[in-house]
Every structure is written in C-alpha cells, then in structure tokens.
C-alpha cells in the first residue's frame, strides 16, 4: 500500500528535510513516528529535500507500507507522535507508479524579503535586506528574466554532470507594507537556484549587475563571478502539483 502525504514543517530548528549523521531533520521525525505506528522501521520519500532553515507549507512525500489504514486514522497517528514544528496535513491512498519527486509536474516556492526595520520576531521567516537604495522596478524585471526555458548552470551550486536546464513558469510578487512575496513557480529547481537568482536579482537593483549580465548568463555566454546565495529563512515550498 503506498501512501502519499503532505505535510507543513518549521525549517527553524532543523537541519534540514534528509536524514543526516548528528543533526536534526525532518525525515528523521517522520520516520520515526512511523516506526512507531507500523512497528518496523519505513522509508519515506519526499518531492525535494529543501536546506537547514527553508519551511514548508506543502511539503509531499510517500511510503509504502504493508498494513491499510484509514487514511484519517493515519493522520492523527502521524501528528500525535511528531514533534510541534511538523504537521501531516493530508494523506491519502497513491498508485503505486506514484512517486513524489518523479511523477511531480510543477512546484511553488514564496521568498519573503522585507526592505523595513528590523523585528528580531520575524527573523526566522523573513529575509531583511539592509542595503539602502534598492530599484524595486528593476528588481521585478531583473526576476521576469529568468521566466522560461534556460540552462541555470550559473545560477546553482549543483554538480557539474546534473543536467542544469530548468523551465520556470512564473514569477510573481506581493508587496506588503516593505516586505515583497516573490512567488516562484517551475518544472523543478537545481540546490540553491531560488536563493542565488533573487540574490542575483537584487544585485541588479543596487547596480551591482546589469540586465545583460543576468541575459548572458543565461545564454551559457558568461558565467556570474561568484554567485551569491540569500540566507534559507524567507524561503517556503509552498505547493506541489502533480
């Protein structure tokens, strides 16, 4: 029986999604909470493995399991036995051909950036951008750019053999008082694609990097010296379509 979930987690205190040696994850909370109502160890695997401090709101994984359950059963199992900081909010019976990352066809991040003062009360869940003199017009145009087909080599710290052609559908932003919502949707996302291209973006609108710099590079004609990455705590996997 495969079972596919959704769930909501605060990036905070973890080390991010994938287990890993003496450090907090996620998969390590929900598999363990999982050892527990099926009483063997089960492997779960999710849509993408976001980075210590990134949140979710619409995380999807999956898991096989040879016991049915009551998929509403198996909700309140799951959250009485994880911690505060995850929360299942749906599951339901998957196809066996289902996978969470490969049968996926698009996926939806939010960066939130606040250009304003300072509150040590958001500092986990917003990014506050304290260089003055920002271009918010040349900012949006500068994030246009990457709509579409291209090759993000130069915008990922991914490995060199990973096939680095991504297709983004669309970018979009709500601007709130002095913080923007820059909403970001695509086939899939190389490590740290979203954070280096909004970096990169907001270079452009201090005057740091031109338009045609961004255009280059993503002809494959110029690399950008050094890509700059923002910190993980304004990103959110939002939604995941399939």
């Known amino acids: 029986m495969r079972y596919k979930c959704t769930?909501?987690?605060?990036?905070a205190l973890f080390h991010g999604f994938q287990i890993q040696k003496n450090a907090r994850s996620v998969q390590e909370e929900i598999e363990r909470a999982?050892?527990?109502?099926?009483?063997k160890p089960t492997r779960i695997h999710p849509a993408g493995r976001t980075d210590a401090g990134v949140h979710a709101l619409g995380q999807?994984?999956?898991?096989?399991?040879?016991?049915?359950?009551?998929?509403?059963?198996?909700i309140r199992a799951m959250n009485s036995r994880l911690p505060e900081d995850v929360h299942i909010t749906a599951v339901e019976r998957a196809n066996d051909d289902f996978h969470a990352r490969y049968s996926a066809k698009s996926k939806e991040y939010h960066y939130i950036l606040d250009f304003g003062t300072y509150n040590p009360l958001f500092r986990n869940?917003?990014?506050?951008?304290?260089?003055?003199?920002?271009?918010?017009?040349?900012?949006?145009?500068?994030?246009?750019?990457?709509?579409?087909?291209h090759d993000f080599r130069y915008f990922s710290r991914s490995k060199a053999a990973e096939n680095t052609t991504r297709e983004i559908y669309r970018v979009g932003f709500e601007w709130e008082g002095s913080a923007v919502k820059v909403i970001i949707v695509g086939n899939g996302f190389l490590h740290n694609m979203i954070r280096i291209i909004i970096a990169t973006a907001l270079e452009v609108a201090r005057g740091k990097k031109t338009l045609d710099d961004i255009r280059k590079s993503l002809a494959g004609k110029a690399p950008l010296p050094a890509p700059k990455k923002l910190p993980p705590n304004g990103l959110y996997l939002v939604k995941i379509d399939y």
């Open 60 to 74: 999807v994984f999956h898991f096989d399991a040879d016991l049915e359950i009551k998929t509403s059963s198996l």
């Open 34 to 39: 999982l050892l527990l109502i099926f009483k």
């Open 7 to 11: 769930c909501r987690y605060d990036g």
């Open 125 to 149: 869940y917003r990014h506050y951008y304290r260089y003055p003199r920002v271009d918010y017009r040349l900012f949006e145009e500068a994030m246009l750019l990457f709509v579409g087909r």
